[in-house]
């Protein structure tokens, strides 16, 4: 159940920087989701981003999806040192398989 | 890579019944598992948090008699479904975690389908 790919593998920024995650996929999906992951903890939903949207805004999250492309990316403005986590994007596909991506470890340095 | 298989990959079962549902690491050693379940078209909602050899953590609304979650082995959970009703039908995940070299590394099952009728 992981078989999405997603750029890079690892991120250090410093803080007050924008942060950008890209997430690839193989086929046809109902939606996106994008999950964080604290160190020694489990994921926590982000957003959620349908088949049939382009763009998602939570706060300081950005979420983009082109389905042409099969592609996803995940942008946090303003990131804080709070923001260090694993970041993982997951596919709804059509037929019902659910699929995760390998993650991208962001570092925010103080 | 490192794999985890979880069984069944199906159940179907009546209401009242409990089902139990395996989560193992086959290559490595997980320090911690974790419990997820999505409803059709929705995200994955974290259940519990399972380290070997201790009680699982559960997240606030998720009913620690109805989801038992053992974790005998450093290869092993399971999580058992107490008396299943409807509203239990859902898409079960466990996730494993190893401590390697470059930190920690999480894999994921591949789910268990469960139909309460």
């Known amino acids: 159940s992981q078989q999405g790919e997603e750029d890079p593998q690892a991120l250090s920024i410093q803080e007050g920087e924008n942060a950008t995650m890209n997430c690839s996929y193989k086929?046809?999906?109902?939606?996106l989701q994008w999950y964080r992951q604290n160190s020694g903890r489990g994921l926590v939903h982000l957003i959620l981003?349908?088949?049939?949207?382009r763009e998602k805004h939570s706060g300081r999250l950005r979420v983009t999806l082109d389905t042409s492309k099969k592609s996803s990316s995940l942008l946090i403005t303003a990131s804080r040192a709070a923001d260090t986590a694993s970041y993982f994007c997951?596919?709804?596909?059509?037929?019902?398989?659910?699929?995760f991506g390998t993650g991208t470890s962001l570092t925010v340095i103080p | 890579g490192a794999v985890v298989s979880q069984h069944p990959s199906w159940v179907i079962c009546k209401s009242g019944t409990s089902v139990k549902i395996e989560c193992r690491s086959l290559?490595?050693?997980?320090?911690?598992m974790f419990w997820y379940r999505q409803f059709p078209k929705q995200s994955l909602m974290l259940m519990a948090t399972?380290?070997?050899?201790?009680?699982?953590?559960?997240e606030q609304g998720v009913e620690k008699d109805k989801f038992l979650i053992n974790h005998a082995s450093l290869t092993l959970s399971t999580l058992t479904v107490t008396s299943a009703h409807p509203e239990d039908s859902s898409f079960y995940i466990c996730?494993?975690?190893?401590?390697?070299?470059?930190?920690?590394?999480?894999?994921f099952g591949p789910g268990t389908r469960l139909l309460v009728l």
């Open positions: 996730s494993a975690t190893t401590a390697s070299g470059a930190g920690e590394t999480q894999y």
């Open positions: 086929t046809s999906i109902n939606n």
């Open positions: 981003i349908r088949s049939n949207e």
């Open positions: 997951a596919t709804d596909e059509i037929g019902g398989q659910f699929y």
């Open positions: 290559d490595f050693q997980a320090t911690t």
């Open positions: 399972s380290n070997e050899g201790s009680k699982a953590t559960y």
